[in-house]
Each structure stands twice: as C-alpha cells, then as structure tokens.
C-alpha cells in the first residue's frame, strides 16, 4: 500500500488501528481540551486544537511556536501514546525514513464546513525530519503544491501520508470538510501531525 504520490510524498491507506487512535485522542483531550487557538491578528482558527508530547504547537496574539507547557491549563502537554509514536515510527520507515522520533503531536479537529487554509509548516528546527500525517473520522480533501502544481489527495480514515525531503516545506492546505452521503454519525474529521519540531 505504499504510493508515491509526489517526491517527497507518500501514502499509506488503511494504515491504522482507527479504534484504539481514536480512544487515544479522547484520552489526551481529557487532560488537554481542544481550542481554538488564534492567528498572530487575534482571529481563532477553524481547527480546534490540542497536543500531546514532549513539545505542543501553539498560536495566539503573538506568533506561533512550540511550547512544553499547554497554556490553557498550565500543565505539560499529556505524554504521546505510545500508539501513536509506534504507528509514526512504522510509517516513516515504510516511506523511508528511518529512526524518526517525534517530540510533538499536534491534533487538529475538523467540524463540518472547516478547512485548513494553504500555508508552510515552518516552525520546526529539524526539516531534515518528515511529518506523519494521521487521518481519522470524515473524509478530507488534502490539498499540496509540488513544482507549481496542486495536487489533491482523498485523505480517509486510517489513511497516514508522509512528507519528507523535497516536499517538507511544500504549500499545503484541507478543503473545507463535508458530511458523509450515508450521512454515519461522525460529526469529526481529526487529523494527528506527528513531527520533530527540535
Ligand atoms: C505537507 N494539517 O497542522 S497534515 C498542519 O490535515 C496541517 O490537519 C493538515 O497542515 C491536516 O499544519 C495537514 C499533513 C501535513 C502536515 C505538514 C506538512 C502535510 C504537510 C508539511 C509540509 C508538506
Ligand atoms: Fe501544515
């Protein structure tokens, strides 16, 4: 199931124990609730937001940046479950890249109608490292530009994309996400970053 989609890109469906993920991502928001976190202009994003690990992924009034404290409560970010740092290790390898370790999981949380708009991740020290990308609930339409043209990718749950080399600092952005057709109880789509931000 590895496909190279770009250079630098690879997917990898139905790659995930979905149940168990999923369980994890309650388990962190228990301990650190999604929120929205704001753009430097004081505007709160679409994606609710949380983190697990070593280092977390804020915004607010003053930029963006990693941080080991979540600023809502004051406390370490919750520990990465070893499920999620086991799936982002395999992944990396099967695309690979071999002996990532991740210190910051950021957790996006997507309501129906929301997107991510095109940006770069450019926060992190290390773009040696790739980034895993766990997808999980609604279907997404993940959007990257690679070499001036946009390609799309039908992102569904369990699927994991790996970014690395020539497509690490790549545009990219989530189309906003719509309903199921069979219109299943799934009111999310989440979507685990898994990177090495120092
Ligand atoms: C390609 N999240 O949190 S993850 C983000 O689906 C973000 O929630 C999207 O973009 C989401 O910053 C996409 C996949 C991803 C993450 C980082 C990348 C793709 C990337 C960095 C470079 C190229
Ligand atoms: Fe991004």
Redesign the pocket.
């Known amino acids: 199931s590895p496909a190279l989609i770009a250079p630098g890109v690879v997917l990898l469906t139905a790659f995930s124990d979905v149940a168990v993920l999923k369980s994890q991502i309650e388990a962190v928001s228990l301990l650190a609730p999604f929120r929205h976190m704001t753009t430097p202009g004081g505007r709160p994003m679409g994606?609710a937001m949380t983190n697990c690990g070593p280092l977390g992924w804020v915004g607010d009034r003053n930029g963006y940046r990693y941080e080991a404290t979540d600023p809502l409560t004051g406390r370490p970010w919750p520990e990465m479950p070893s499920a999620f740092m086991t799936l982002a290790r395999r992944a990396a390898e099967t695309a690979g890249f071999g002996n990532f370790k991740p210190d910051a999981c950021?957790i996006?949380r997507?309501a129906v109608g929301v997107g991510?708009g095109m940006?770069?991740?450019v926060d992190e020290l290390d773009r040696e490292a790739p980034?895993v990308?766990v997808?999980l609930g609604l279907t997404?339409r993940?959007v990257?530009r690679i070499e001036g043209k946009l390609q799309k990718i039908e992102?569904n749950e369990g699927d994991v994309?790996v970014?690395g080399g020539p497509?690490?600092?790549?545009e990219?952005?989530?189309r906003p996400v719509r309903h199921r057709e069979d219109s299943q109880p799934t009111d999310f789509r989440f979507?685990l970053?898994l990177r090495k931000a120092r």
């Not at 497509?167 to 790549?170: I, L, Q, Y």
């Open positions: 994606a950021l996006n997507y991510m940006h770069r991740d980034i990308s997808s997404a993940f990257i992102l994309l970014f497509a690490r600092e790549a990219h952005g989530v979507n970053t």
